[in-house]
T-cell receptor
């Protein structure tokens, strides 16, 4: 089966600019996650979707980050305006259903904010 | 809330030697525990998982981990290191019925020829 697709793989922007990342999960996977991985740290969950509904966005900085999954398939994560501390790898993951306990990760989108 | 602590941000072992990566967890309820591996410029790949069945869990690439409730540990081992094992390894925890993963800070494994 095809894996989790993410784009772009790399993005360099200046602070206060905006950026968007796209994720296409494994076909049929109902649950989708966005994680932020800052250099030297473990991934941190930003938002979890079940189909097109938000399950958990408690760690999403909502003043600048937004995410959507309109048709319950692919998803977009947006940052506006970006800060230096947003430099990180943004990982998308999906699982077949809640409680499946197996997440498949994409390769990630590396953001550098100058 | 659940958490994991990985002891040692960098571990170096000689090729053919034992690999031991340490992970301790904290959870108020029985946890699910995972080890993921991340190769450079790639996403995370599941090595193995513990979901309350057998306490000794075997994973891919010859890795295994043992759940020890009394020590709140889930250390990852491999009897003989291979050059291809060089990567970053993450321990993670989740709770029954909720696959939200909480990750440790990772351990970078270097294999010395």
């Amino acid at each position: 089966e095809a894996g989790v697709a993410q784009s772009p793989r790399y993005k360099i922007i200046e602070k206060r600019q905006s950026v968007a990342f796209w994720c296409n999960p494994i076909s049929g996977h109902a649950t989708l996650y966005w994680y932020q991985q800052i250099l030297g740290q473990g991934p941190k969950l930003l938002i979890q979707f079940q189909n097109n509904g938000v399950v958990d966005d408690s760690q999403l900085p909502k003043d600048r980050f937004s995410a959507e999954r309109l048709k319950g398939v692919d998803s977009t994560l947006k940052i506006q305006p970006a800060k230096l501390e947003d430099s990180a790898v943004y990982l998308c993951a999906s699982s077949a259903f809640r409680g499946a306990n197996v997440l498949t990760f994409g390769a990630g989108s590396r953001l550098t904010v100058l | 809330a659940q958490s994991v602590t990985q002891l040692g941000s960098h571990v170096s072992v000689s090729e053919g030697a034992l690999v031991l990566l340490r992970c301790n967890y904290s959870s108020s309820v029985p946890p699910y525990l995972f080890w993921y591996v991340q190769y450079p410029n790639q996403g995370l790949q599941l090595l193995l998982k513990y979901t309350s069945a057998a306490t000794l869990v075997k994973g891919i690439n010859g890795f295994e981990a043992e759940f020890k409730k009394s020590e709140t540990s889930f250390h990852l081992t491999k009897p003989s290191a291979h050059m291809s094992d060089a990567a970053e390894y993450f321990c993670a925890v989740s709770l029954l019925g909720n696959e939200k993963l909480t990750f440790g800070t990772g351990t970078r494994l270097t294999i010395i020829p």
